[in-house]
């Protein structure tokens, strides 16, 4: 199993910044892809950004040039800056880790972290 524990949500004025981390701990062996997603009210969880343990990644379209996904493998961290916010961006933002085992991927996610931009 593994154990993820998110930090770094809260509220900031439009055009501001905020840096969401994520820790893993327990099994943290095999991790593959690490990323964000989130969820706003009334909405689907929307898969934000991700990065591979070769340090490849990927964003959504809303978020390119304003969010950077960074990863420290020795830490087994994922971070998320986050730059420029709009308050389409408010929502609940969940860290996601996977790992491959036995040839199945397993998700694991964080507890989720608010984050609320104001206009």
């Known amino acids: 199993q593994v154990q993820l524990v998110e930090s770094g949500g809260g509220l900031v004025q439009a055009g501001g910044s905020l840096r969401l981390s994520c820790a893993a701990s327990?099994?943290?062996?095999?991790?593959?892809?690490m990323g964000w997603y989130r969820q706003a009210p009334g909405k689907q969880r929307e898969l934000v950004a991700f990065i591979n343990s070769g340090g490849d990644t990927k964003y959504i379209d809303s978020v390119k040039g304003r969010f950077t996904i960074s990863r420290d493998n020795d830490r087994n961290t994922v971070d998320l800056q986050m730059n420029s916010l709009k308050p389409e961006d408010t929502a609940v933002y969940y860290c996601?880790?996977?790992?491959?085992?036995?040839?199945?991927?397993?998700?694991?996610w964080g507890q989720g972290t608010q984050v609320t931009v104001s206009s």
């Open positions: 996601n880790v996977q790992r491959w085992v036995l040839r199945t991927t397993h998700n694991y």
């Open positions: 327990g099994s943290t062996f095999e991790i593959t892809v």
